[in-house]
Nanobody, 123 residues
Framework: VQLQASGGGLVQAGGSLRLSCAAS????????MGWYRQAPGKEREFVGI???????DYTDSVKGRFTISRDNAKNTVYLQMNSLKPEDTAVYYC??????????????????WGRGTLVTVSS
């Protein structure tokens, strides 16, 4: 499956952005979709996940600010980011897993990754 993330850009602190991740090449509805980010000089960090049943989970630092949604008809998952902070600056990646997962994910659990989209939050 191919993933294409888009929607990144430059925004002031307190602003919002919505990232999109379009999937092609495979049925999307059963996929577990994850969002990760990587800031300069740091390791890739888990942001959130959309389980195939519709439930979502987030890392603590984005809870209440970020929301993941998905449109299975469009094979697209979204990451709505509100109240952005400078520390949210990173390249954001979407990832897909086709297969059951019954525990907290690690990057190795995802077989497909998008190329990433840069989000820059200015103070």
């Amino acid at each position: 499956v191919q993933l294409q993330a888009s929607g990144g850009g430059l925004v002031q602190a307190g602003g919002s952005l919505r990232l999109s991740c379009a999937a092609s090449g495979r049925t999307f509805s059963s996929a577990v979709m994850g969002w990760y980010r990587q800031a300069p000089g740091k390791e890739r960090e888990f942001v959130g996940i959309s389980w195939s049943g519709g439930r979502t989970d987030y890392t603590d630092s984005v809870k209440g600010r970020f929301t993941i949604s998905r449109d299975n008809a469009k094979n697209t998952v979204y990451l709505q980011m509100n109240s952005l902070k400078p520390e949210d600056t990173a390249v954001y990646y979407c990832a897909a897993r086709f297969g059951p997962l019954h525990r907290s994910p690690t990057p190795a659990d995802f077989g497909s990754w998008g190329r990433g989209t840069l989000v820059t939050v200015s103070s």
